[in-house]
T-cell receptor, first 112, second 111 residues
Framework: ETGVTQSPTHLIKTRGQQVTLRCSSQSGHNTVSWYQQALGQGPQFIFQYYREEENGRGNFPPRFSGLQFPNYSSELNVNALELDDSALYLC???????????FGPGTRLLVL | KQEVTQIPAALSVPEGENLVLNCSFTDSAIYNLQWFRQDPGKGLTSLLLIQSSQREQTSGRLNASLDKSSGRSTLYIAASQPGDSATYLCAVSSNNNDMRFGAGTRLTVKP
């Protein structure tokens, strides 16, 4: 059984640019959630996708958007990057939206 | 708004010691509570999941308890080992899709 994978592992961008992060969910999982983890903090919920539809959103502006594909993989897009967007971005998949979430290794984004 | 607090922020113990990590939450209307482990720069590994109807869960040397009415959970680690050194995060789900995390407890187990 393949675990959750994320790409890229590291990324450096400049202010104002756009970025796309990718996540492949664990086999048999139809729910993907995205989190932002700033240094020294716990992860903060960005949004969740269930069967290709957004199924809940945290307190993040519209420039954070996402997609889920028919194979349940997912993308997180961030437009107009700001310095405070520098963080570890974590993706988690689950069999349903109330079961254990399995996390990927994360993508570390640095905005200069 | 659900808020999750973890105490202490950091803990250093000698190998072999039993220890308790604490987690408190402000809204007792939760679906479940999870404890995770995070190694530096890495993703999260789920340790234990306690459903709202349960009082505790055990896995090996780990035992997690849940007291919904008081908004508290504890993670007990028996006979700690240097390999247990990591940050431990507690997270509560108050609806179907919003998991709220504490800031974590950074544990160091000294040989």
């Amino acid at each position: 059984e393949t675990g959750v994978t994320q790409s890229p592992t590291h990324l450096i961008k400049t202010r104002g640019q756009q970025v796309t992060l990718r996540c492949s969910s664990q086999s048999g999982h139809n729910t993907v959630s995205w989190y932002q983890q700033a240094l020294g903090q716990g992860p903060q919920f960005i949004f969740q996708y269930y069967r290709e539809e957004e199924n809940g959103r945290g307190n993040f502006p519209p420039r954070f958007s996402g997609l889920q594909f028919p194979n349940y993989s997912s993308e997180l897009n961030v437009n107009a990057l700001e310095l405070d967007d520098s963080a570890l971005y974590l993706c988690a998949s689950s069999r349903t939206n109330v079961e254990t979430q399995y996390f990927g290794p994360g993508t570390r984004l640095l905005v200069l | 708004k659900q808020e999750v607090t973890q105490i202490p922020a950091a803990l250093s113990v000698p190998e072999g010691e039993n220890l308790v990590l604490n987690c408190s939450f402000t809204d007792s209307a939760i679906y479940n509570l999870q404890w995770f482990r995070q190694d530096p720069g890495k993703g999260l590994t789920s340790l234990l999941l306690i459903q709202s109807s349960q009082r505790e869960q055990t896995s090996g040397r780990l035992n997690a308890s849940l007291d919904k009415s008081s908004g508290r959970s504890t993670l007990y680690i028996a006979a700690s080992q240097p390999g247990d050194s990591a940050t431990y995060l507690c997270a509560v789900s108050s609806n179907n899709n919003d998991m709220r995390f504490g800031a974590g407890t950074r544990l160091t187990v000294k040989p």
